[in-house]
């Protein structure tokens, strides 16, 4: 199992220019999450979803969208990129089993000028 | 709502001394308790968890966190740590039986292993 895999690693945007990024899962898991990590601020939740066809709001959700047509896919688009979005990224996935673990993929770092 | 505060954002401390990260949570419901671990440039695993029983729960690295209920807390302690535990370190909590099992982390604490 490859786990939780995202694209791309790094990315520089100028402003107003859009993009999305990858999430993918090889564990059959229901649940996924995107995340973003400021210094200091730990991560903060940005969209959820519960299974196929199914998102929600997190925390901090604007300029940003999601959608999640199969299980093992989680993009995250963002519009108008904006210097505010320059942050690290996470996708998580946990599988609603009952174990509760969340497994996080290594981060797609993006920063916006 | 559910929230975490970890409130040392940096513990230095000298490679083989004992150490201990804090956390204290609130919440109105049943909680479940997380320690994950970031090693730079890299994503977060998980280290430990309290989801019930027991109220002291272990690490297979040696660390190991006690849940104490009437004073909110879940700090993570290690007896004597290496250089390699040098990362950063979030507590985390989603309320029990939640139909999203969304985590709150707190804002991370960054240990640095001296030798």
């Known amino acids: 199992n490859a786990g939780v895999t995202q694209t791309p690693k790094f990315r520089i945007l100028k402003i107003g220019q859009s993009m999305t990024l990858q999430c993918a899962q090889d564990m059959n898991h229901n649940y996924m999450y995107w995340y973003r990590q400021d210094p200091g601020m730990g991560l903060k939740l940005i969209y959820y979803s519960v299974g196929a066809g199914i998102t929600d709001k997190g925390e901090v959700p604007n300029g940003y969208n999601v959608s999640r047509s199969t299980t093992e896919d989680f993009p995250l688009r963002l519009e108008l990129a904006a210097p505010s979005q320059t942050s690290v990224y996470f996708c998580a996935s946990l599988s609603g089993t009952g174990s509760y673990e969340q497994y996080f993929g290594p981060g797609t770092r993006l920063t916006v000028t | 709502a559910q929230s975490v505060t970890q409130l040392d954002s940096q513990v230095p401390v000298f490679e083989e001394a004992p150490v201990e990260l804090r956390c204290n949570y609130s919440?109105?419901?049943?909680?479940?308790l997380f320690w994950y671990v970031q090693y730079p440039n890299q994503g977060l695993q998980l280290l430990l968890k309290y989801l019930s029983g027991s109220t002291l729960v272990e690490s297979i690295n040696g660390f190991e966190a006690e849940f104490n209920k009437s004073q909110t807390s879940f700090h993570l302690r290690k007896p004597s740590v290496h250089i390699s535990d040098t990362a950063e370190y979030f507590c985390?909590?989603?309320?029990?039986?939640?139909?999203?099992?969304?985590?709150?982390f707190g804002t991370g604490t960054l240990l640095a292993v001296q030798p």
């Open positions: 919440s109105s419901v049943s909680v479940y």
């Open positions: 985390a909590v989603t309320g029990g039986g939640g139909a999203t099992n969304k985590l709150i």
